[in-house]
């Protein structure tokens, strides 16, 4: 297949429902890898509040404590697994992730948090670039965009059930014990998975395969052979600059809404939860089969069409920290699902599809290094140190207007994103990778 369509649709039928049930795991997964990592940020005030830590410092709790080690451990495990067993990495990293999780029950202070946050992250980046390497051998293109829409839909069903669930325990039983009761299943479910998933065959989709070399290649190697895609570049910039608004808001959206708005937790969990979950599943599902259609005639429109719903979800954000009263906030979780639900997941598929199969788990941990590090880790943490430094003029608002500032660094994320468009399928068919589909 060239960078310009599908090619021939009758060289692979459609995936057999081992298949899907193989997504369907990994989605499971997922879905509490992100309750593990998401559940402090609807408990941050409570936190704080008990641990006597500052925005900042809460910042770091909920972004570089968990992200920089999860993106720095993503790209070793990685290139592990583009040469290892995929489904025993992620089973691993499950029962890690868990154990920290339930750790983090027990920490007396903000460093001790900090330390099991760290083991969260670490734990956790053994999930991602396997469990997309493994679907993009179990789906071929033209239907690649609908399974990894399903780890689109974990994101989040992991956090609205981390927010209501979180903010419902919370409210009952204190902080603590919600890590027990979000860490505990996780254990249960990776045991499950290293029972019923198998390993597929590196490639089964690739109509042409590529040479086998970069498997066997060191990792310096293969960042080299990475870094020469400059459009792959471009997208992995533009896509943490996208993230870093969406998690300054995703990491502080709660205690803004109990400081601004004098909304308690249960208030969150019951009412500003369900529409923002309703509405963000209902995006990414269509998002996953909106980029299936697109990506028969042209490669490269998902991506373009990503970066429109990055600069329109932005946009809602940063009218949700303005707006003066809750019931409109309410009302902009609607259109803020809807778009923001969808517009990062071109971005996961279009690494799958441009890569060749054994870069493809080390690419992805490369593309989440840098979201990770920039988008993830410092999104919240940026927001959190401006809301100290705000504090002397804006007072209690002063969460407020450190949200709308580090909101708007998304812009420019939309704009990269659209410059990486024009060509990253064309070199990647310049470089023999073609695709049934």
């Not at 956090?159 to 325990?169: D, F, I, K, N, S």
């Not at 400059?230 to 910039?237: A, P």
């Not at 207007?401 to 580090?406: D, I, Q, R, S």
Request: a positive charge; charged letters at 10%; glycine letters at 10%.
């Amino acid at each position: 297949m060239n960078g310009q369509g599908a090619g021939d649709k009758k060289s692979v039928a459609k995936p057999g429902g081992y298949a899907w049930y193989v997504a369907g795991m990994l989605f499971v997964i997922y879905l509490f890898n992100y309750i593990d990592r998401s559940v402090l940020n609807v408990l941050s005030q409570l936190v704080k509040e008990d641990l006597r830590a500052s925005d900042t410092i809460m910042g770091f709790l909920v972004g570089p404590a968990f992200a920089v080690f999860y993106a720095l451990a993503g790209i070793p495990i990685a290139r592990y697994a583009d040469r290892a067993s995929r489904i025993r990495i992620i089973v691993v990293g499950c029962i890690v992730w868990s154990g920290f999780t339930i750790a983090t029950a027990y920490a007396q202070t903000w460093q001790q948090l900090a330390f099991f946050r760290v083991g969260v992250g670490i734990g956790e980046a053994a999930f991602l670039a396997p469990a997309y390497s493994i679907l993009a051998d179990y789906f071929p293109v033209l239907y690649r965009a609908r399974a990894l829409s399903l780890l689109g839909l974990a994101v989040y069903f992991g956090q609205v059930t981390g927010m209501v669930t979180g903010a419902m325990l919370g409210a009952a039983l204190g902080w603590r014990d919600v890590f027990i009761y979000a860490g505990a299943p996780g254990i249960v479910v990776a045991l499950l998975a290293y029972l019923t998933v198998r390993e597929p065959e590196r490639g089964a989709m690739e109509a042409s395969r590529v040479s086998a070399d970069t498997a066997r290649a060191d990792l310096a190697t293969a960042l080299r052979a990475l870094w020469a895609y400059r459009s792959f570049r471009n997208l992995c910039l533009g896509t943490a600059l996208g993230v870093f608004g969406g998690q300054a808001f995703a990491g502080w959206s709660a205690p803004f809404l109990m400081r601004s708005h004098g909304v308690d937790l249960q208030a969150i969990g019951t009412v500003f939860a369900p529409p923002y979950l309703l509405s963000a599943l209902a995006g990414t599902i269509i998002a996953g089969f909106v980029a299936d259609r697109l990506v028969r005639r042209d490669l490269n429109a998902p991506v373009r069409a990503s970066s429109y719903a990055l600069t329109f979800a932005t946009a809602c954000l940063c009218l949700a920290c303005w707006v003066p009263s809750f019931g409109a906030i309410v009302l902009l979780t609607v259109p803020m699902g809807l778009v923001g639900g969808g517009w990062i997941l071109p971005m996961q598929t279009t690494t799958q599809n441009a890569l060749p199969p054994d870069l493809r788990a080390t690419g992805t941990a490369v593309f989440w290094f840098v979201v990770n590090l920039m988008g993830i880790a410092m999104g919240p943490w940026f927001a959190g140190m401006l809301s100290d430094l705000f504090a002397v003029r804006f007072g209690n608002e002063s969460l407020r207007y450190g949200l709308l500032v580090a909101i708007a660094v998304s812009f420019l994320g939309a704009l990269i994103i659209h410059r990486a468009a024009r060509s990253l399928h064309a070199e990647a068919a310049a470089r023999g990778i073609r695709h049934q589909v």
